[in-house]
């Protein structure tokens, strides 16, 4: 694949190896490499899919995790490339990109938090089934929820799969045709239909919470930013 192609000290930069100016100084010092030849002119244009780019003789891409923390609207695939539709990726404008990834999938017209990042362990354990990592949606609905919901939710509900839905929580908002759910598994559509089960059809979805990760409130729909440290940590501790 064909990747951008951006200045050297633009690329460096990006990585966080130094600011601008002490990345224009790193290069013109010898100290970077590509494809394996020293490269000392800062404006050199790298392909960043595809050129390997060594600081100190030390790859700079490999092994490096990225998190962003994404606000994703409505109308964008949860998809790292799509012939026909835009994808979440593609509302990132971040370097590199190779190798980053929506961990799991909220549909095209679910809004709301999306960790986007190349660490695949970390999402294997987000995702995988036996973790019951919860999640925490707002929902709308067309029509009212009733206090007995709560109790539907929490034994379970029939969706068509081999077994009942894992207890849910529901608390319903003082308008009752909106609500918060949190759910510890991730089956294709499973909100929605949790809903459809109860005779209720979900007018808008958003998801605030993935485990210990909140949707930032500042970040408006199709916006991101990167998770802080503190974040990270909470999320890759065991
Ligand atoms: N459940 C759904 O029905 N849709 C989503 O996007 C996420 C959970």
New binding site residues.
């Given amino acids: 694949m064909k990747g951008n192609t951006l200045r050297l000290d633009k690329y460096l930069t990006s990585l966080e190896v130094g600011s601008r100016t002490q990345v224009k100084d790193i290069i013109k010092a010898g100290k970077v490499k590509v494809n394996r030849t020293t490269i000392k002119r800062p404006d050199f244009h790298v392909d960043e899919n595809n050129d390997q780019i060594d600081l100190n003789g030390v790859n700079l891409v490999y092994n490096k995790f990225y998190y962003y923390m994404l606000n994703k609207p409505a109308g964008v695939v949860s998809a790292v490339t799509d012939s026909k539709c835009k994808t979440v990726l593609d509302l990132l404008d971040v370097t590199p990109k190779n190798g980053l990834f929506p961990v799991g ?3 095209k017209d ?1 809004e709301g938090l999306l960790l986007i990042t190349n660490n695949g362990q970390l999402s294997h354990d987000l995702l995988s089934p036996g973790k019951h990592v919860d ?1 925490t ?1 707002y929902v709308e609905l067309n029509g009212a929820l009733v206090e007995n919901d709560i109790k539907l939710f929490q034994a379970g509900l029939d969706i068509g799969e081999k077994s009942k839905t894992r207890p849910a929580i529901l608390k319903i908002s003082a308008e009752k045709n909106k609500a918060y759910i949190t759910i510890t598994e ?1 089956k294709y ?5 949790m809903f459809a089960a109860i005779g209720l059809t ?1 007018t808008y ?1 958003k ?1 605030i919470s993935m485990g210990p990760l909140t949707l930032d409130e500042a970040l408006k729909p199709g916006e991101y930013r990167k998770l802080t440290d503190r974040e990270i940590k909470l999320l890759t501790e065991k």
């Fill in positions: 999938r909220l549909d679910t999640k949606y991730g559509h499973q909100i929605k239909r979900v979805l998801r």
